[in-house]
């Protein structure tokens, strides 16, 4: 697979923001049309029922983050399909990102999701060039940060939605040897993902 150039070479920090925001705005969605699809996948997870007896998350069953990260994951590139089927379509194979852009797949999306109030993590492999053949981990992310359930009375909401860019030296592993996790850098996380939900950057 091609190793994507990043989009940010050659420009300093200080103009990452700028870059940031001419990126996103070459995407076939608009930052409206992102949180208008996170934000109903989110409503529909707590009114979809499960079971004979109508079960519902948030009333009678209450999954750990990964599982409520799990559905956003399958049903936000979906619906997203559904909306705009001749633009983006789900990914058919390994190699594809999360969300397709039919019309250039550079403009393809990938999904991360996560309990944390604002941060988000990957495996390690985040952190490293891409091997042959494995989906290429630098280029446009869709980030969404949802909230855990605390206890049965209150619901949890979504605590924010990014878009932007992500190259692999974003992408920070852990330094011990047994540690499987990256996390973003603080310059990437202020710079290269624009907040499009609750409050907007631009």
Not at 115 to 137: C, E, L, W
Not at 164 to 181: F, I, N, P, V, Y
Request: proline share 4%.
């Amino acid at each position: 697979m091609r190793i994507v150039a990043s989009p940010y070479e050659h420009i300093p920090e200080a103009g990452w923001l700028a870059k940031t925001n001419e990126l996103v705005a070459k995407l076939p969605v608009t930052k409206d049309e992102l949180v208008s699809v996170v934000l109903d996948c989110w409503k529909d997870i707590f009114e979809s029922s499960f079971g004979r007896a109508g079960y519902k998350i948030g009333i009678d069953i209450f999954p750990k983050p990964q599982i409520i990260g799990f559905l956003l994951h399958e049903l936000i590139p979906l619906e997203l399909a559904a909306r705009k089927n001749n633009e983006w379509r789900v990914d058919k194979t390994g190699d594809e990102k999360d969300i397709v852009c039919v019309r250039d797949q550079s403009l393809s999306i990938e999904l991360k999701t996560s309990s944390h109030p604002s941060q988000i993590f990957g495996n390690r492999s985040y952190a490293q060039v891409t091997a042959t053949g494995k989906k290429d981990k630098a280029g446009y992310y869709l980030t969404v940060n949802f909230g855990k359930f605390a206890g049965k009375e209150k619901r949890p909401e979504i605590t924010q939605i990014c878009i932007g860019w992500l190259d692999h030296s974003d992408w920070k592993g852990q330094a011990a040897e047994s540690g499987q996790q990256a996390s973003i850098s603080r310059s990437a996380q202020q710079y290269k993902l624009v907040k499009i939900y609750p409050n907007r950057a631009v």
